[in-house]
């Protein structure tokens, strides 16, 4: 039986990448660099911790967290966002969740209306993209519509330049501070503008900042820095995961935080079809958000990456250090083509770009924004990571 919802979904990108090249023997022992999965070690006190809390799986967790980790998330936040320190309230502005994967696709859901302006609503998304995000506006009912982010714009959308009646239909935006795939960071003015539109067009911001901790140099602002400028974080949610800054991907701890409105609505909604997270998993996510030794060091460990990859590729592949994340986006023509010859020659697996982005109703493939790029996950030790960097350098 084929219900047909999903179908204007295209198969997820890791899927497509094992039909691509699972046929395919590798050329050389494997390094796996396609999905950003982080390879550095788990902090050890954290893994106390769940073992010490271990009696709390026999109870039913509380659905908006513990009073212990929603102070934790809210400090860290108050922190690093260099909030006033009455900003954010924890029993309204916060909500611990299994990962921000669940909570960027339900909030999606939450916020999305059957209908705006008398029409079917649109979500706004960044092309290219994670691809949850399109997934959460099919379920939704509302029309995915993708926008142009252009190197020469910082890889970042032009949203004051769209049409208003788009604006008037359109239910959430979506926009991931730093991008992945481009490391693209967005400047408080660039949230500022995003969430005057909100305003004017009563829409909510969703920003994805899972790689907020993640930088080469200076700590990238977050949307709650435009919001505190602002006085109010209305129409905004922002979303923060321990999977990357804390190398915890698979505890499944993230949370969501902002508009107190739209935080009741998404409790609401979880309290129907949601999970909370086990007892001591919330013990650990409170224990690795007051912790900042860990994260810096985990910077360290990325920035003698980057330091590597600048020094192997040079210019090539329009080679740039991103402000964020751990990622490289690099111009290799023919992503795909590159993606198999990268395996079939040299072991090496990555992304294509192609599969982050979503084609062009008019050109395709072709027009797809991802086309010439591989995205390249620096998540594995150094020794490893200069082997493969030297292994594509040669091999493309
Ligand atoms: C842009 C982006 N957002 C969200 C996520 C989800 O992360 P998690 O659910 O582990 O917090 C990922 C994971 O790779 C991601 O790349």
């Not at 696709?105 to 705006?116: C, D, M, Q, S, Y």
Request: charged share 20%; aromatic share 10%.
């Amino acid at each position: 039986m084929v219900i047909g919802r999903f179908e204007e979904l295209p198969p997820y990108a890791f899927p497509r990448l094992r039909a691509l090249l699972d046929a395919t023997k590798p050329g050389a022992e494997p390094v796996n660099m396609s999905i950003g999965e982080p390879q550095h070690r788990v902090p050890e006190f954290v893994l106390k911790v769940l073992h010490e809390e271990r009696a709390g799986y026999a109870k039913y967790p509380p659905m908006g967290g513990t009073a212990d980790l929603l102070q934790a998330i809210t400090d860290w936040l108050t922190r690093r966002y260099d909030l006033a320190a009455d900003f954010l309230d924890p029993a309204r502005h916060i909500l611990p969740l299994n990962g921000t994967r669940e909570g960027l696709f339900n909030a999606g859901l939450v916020v999305t209306p059957p209908e705006k302006a008398g029409a079917q609503p649109a979500v706004l998304i960044p092309n290219p993209f994670y691809q949850c995000y399109a997934g959460a506006a099919v379920t939704a009912g509302a029309e995915p519509v993708f926008l142009p982010t252009p190197r020469d714009n910082n890889f970042l959308p032009d949203f004051g330049g769209l049409p208003a009646d788009l604006l008037a239909r359109t239910a959430c935006v979506y926009l991931c501070s730093p991008a992945n795939p481009q490391g693209t960071v967005a400047e408080v003015d660039y949230w500022d503008a995003l969430l005057a539109l909100a305003d004017t067009h009563n829409f909510v911001v969703l920003a994805d900042e899972c790689y907020a901790e993640i930088y080469t140099e200076k700590p990238p602002p977050g949307a709650l820095s435009a919001a505190a400028r602002r006085g109010t974080p209305k129409n905004l949610l922002v979303f923060h995961s321990l999977s990357k800054r804390s190398n915890l991907p698979g505890l499944r701890s993230g949370f969501v935080a902002g508009d107190p409105d739209l935080i009741a609505q998404y409790k609401h909604f979880r309290n129907y079809g949601g999970a909370a997270s086990p007892l001591p998993v919330q013990a650990a996510a409170a224990a690795a958000w007051r912790d900042e030794a860990h994260v810096e060091e985990n910077r360290r460990l990325y920035r003698e990456k980057f330091d590597l990859a600048q020094n192997v590729l040079g210019n090539r592949f329009g080679f740039y250090r991103p402000a964020g994340g751990f990622y490289l986006w690099l111009d290799v023509g023919d992503g795909e083509a590159a993606a198999e010859k990268l395996w079939r020659e040299a072991g090496i697996r990555v992304l294509p770009g192609l599969y982050l982005g979503r084609d062009d109703p008019e050109t395709g493939a072709a027009g797809n924004p991802g086309h010439a790029f591989i995205r390249i996950a620096l998540v594995n030790d150094l020794d490893s990571t200069a082997m493969a960097l030297e292994r594509i350098n040669t091999c493309l």
